[in-house]
């Protein structure tokens, strides 16, 4: 069964920065594709960032030049660099598996967020 922990959110101040990492288990986690999404109150999940397994990345607009995405398969390790954040990415950030082509999620099991607050 996949399984995936996020962790690295926290409470900062609009300008500040963060680094979330997502640990996956269960899976053969180098050969799949990985995402970033985003759920603040009221909204869907949106997918933010995603990397593939060769390593090329695409963002959404409102983030790119602000976050990075990466990946260690090594440590089945997926990271968010997150800098000049702002109050509209408040937000419990989850990772999971992702179509590339559809930015559709591949897994029903979704780990627990983090919680990332940004404050004006």
């Known amino acids: 069964q996949v399984r995936f922990v996020e962790s690295g959110g926290g409470l900062v101040q609009a300008g500040g920065s963060l680094r979330l990492s997502c640990a996956a288990s269960?899976?053969?986690?180098?050969?799949?594709?990985m995402g970033w999404f985003r759920q603040a109150p009221g909204n869907q999940r949106e997918l933010v960032a995603s990397i593939d397994s060769g390593g090329s990345t695409n963002y959404q607009d409102s983030v790119k030049g602000r976050f990075t995405i990466s990946r260690d398969n090594a440590k089945r390790t997926m990271y968010l660099q997150m800098v000049s954040l702002k109050p509209s990415d408040t937000a419990v950030y989850y990772c999971?598996?992702?179509?590339?082509?559809?930015?559709?999620?591949?897994?029903?099991?979704w780990g627990q967020g983090t919680q990332v607050t940004v404050s004006s």
């Open positions: 269960g899976t053969t986690f180098s050969f799949y594709a």
């Open positions: 999971n598996i992702v179509s590339r082509a559809t930015g559709t999620p591949l897994n029903t099991n």
